[in-house]
């Protein structure tokens, strides 16, 4: 339990205080190319109810182990990450799409134990599903 305490504090610092870093030198890097900006996310904190948009709900979804995850010791934790937007011409699913490779590579970027084996097994239209395998 130690392990998902240190896992999700470290993912909530960065969602709130790195994020937006990575949103803005995204932005200098590819605005052109995709034709808009992906826009700062409005959360103050992890929890929903904020009525500016764009934002951010992060929930842990569960902890899993099954039965080869046992052989090989790793434990999986889930988190699911739902957007919300302001109505615009991009589609949904293409802002999520950028902000959760943002994501993604700021979690590789971020020299944490925990980030070196995640992957990403469902995105949807307004949200995806960010899986952390942890060896133990």
Do not use: S
């Amino acid at each position: 339990m130690n392990d998902f305490k240190k896992m999700y504090d470290r993912l909530e610092e960065l969602m709130l205080n790195k994020l937006p870093e990575c949103i803005v030198k995204w932005n200098k890097e590819n605005a052109d190319f995709y034709r808009f900006e992906l826009k700062p996310f409005t959360n103050g904190c992890m929890d929903p109810g904020t009525n500016k948009v764009p934002y951010f709900v992060m929930t842990f979804k569960e902890a899993e182990q099954a039965k080869k995850d046992r052989i090989i010791n790793t434990i999986n934790y889930r988190f699911d990450f739902e957007f919300y937007y302001e109505k615009d011409n991009v589609t949904d699913f293409k802002k999520t799409l950028l902000y959760e490779h943002v994501i993604e590579e700021m979690l590789k970027e971020d020299n944490f134990e925990y980030w070196q084996n995640i992957e990403i097994p469902k995105l949807t239209a307004k949200k995806f599903e960010l899986l952390v395998h942890v060896e133990w």
